[in-house]
Structure formats: C-alpha cells, structure tokens
C-alpha cells in the first residue's frame, strides 16, 4: 500500500523552527521528485519546495526562500523540510507528494506533477 505520512507539525512561536518529516512506505522514493506544499484556512494551496531525485536539485516558493531547506534520506526513505524563522503566516496544514518524475518540473509548485499525498500535518505559529 503506497502510503506518505508527514509528521512534525505543531505549535511553534514566531521565530522559531519545525522540521517535518514525511516517510514514505509501499514505494522507493530514491527514483520520485518530493514536493511539500501547504494550504492555510481560506487560502489556495502553495508549493513550497521541490527536490529532485536525479540531481538533488531544489526549488522553493518565493515564501520558503532562506528560510526553509528540503532535504532526502533515500535510505530511510524519508524527505524533510526545515523550516526557520517561523512566521504567523506559515501557518497552515503542511503536505508532502511525491511524483514519479526524476526531475521537478517548472510548474511544480502546482502540485499537478505528483502522484502520491500524504494525509499533511498542522503547523501554527503564534505566540
């Protein structure tokens, strides 16, 4: 059963730092594009960052850009995303995919490209 699992979410201050996982389990990740994305209350869904499996090549939103840093264990078949300096507005249920290309695509960040979601996990920055 192909199946991505985030975890990692909660509440953090503003400022602070999160690191999401998200594991995958019925499939390798070592040969898929890894995309997070995100979608707060009332809002449309938002790419956040894209890595590739061919090059290890990354992409992010213009609102993850030097803040948040995604990363690949294709031995634990796991992706992360590190996220810093946390802001009020990065909150929002937070989703991993994975997509069966080996390379992210220009328009990754629609989400389209991928094949397999996990179910997200909730992330809230407040103080």
């Known amino acids: 059963q192909v199946q991505l699992v985030e975890s990692g979410g909660g509440l953090v201050q503003p400022g602070g730092s999160l690191r999401l996982s998200c594991a995958a389990s019925?499939?390798?990740?070592?040969?898929?594009?890894i995309g997070w994305f995100r979608q707060a209350p009332g809002k449309e869904r938002e790419g956040v960052s894209c890595?590739?499996?061919?090059?290890?090549?990354?992409y992010y939103g213009d609102s993850a850009k030097g803040r948040f840093t995604i990363s690949r264990h294709n031995a634990k078949n796991t992706a992360y995303l590190q996220m810093n300096s946390l802001k009020p507005e990065d909150t929002a249920v937070y989703y991993c995919?994975?997509?069966?290309?080996?390379?992210?695509?220009?328009?990754?960040?629609?989400?389209?490209?991928?094949?397999?979601w996990g179910k997200g996990t909730l992330v809230t920055v407040s103080s």
């Open positions: 019925g499939f390798s990740l070592d040969y898929h594009t």
């Open positions: 890595i590739s499996s061919s090059d290890g090549s990354t």
């Open positions: 995919a994975a997509g069966s290309s080996s390379k992210c695509s220009n328009w990754w960040a629609d989400g389209y490209d991928m094949d397999y």
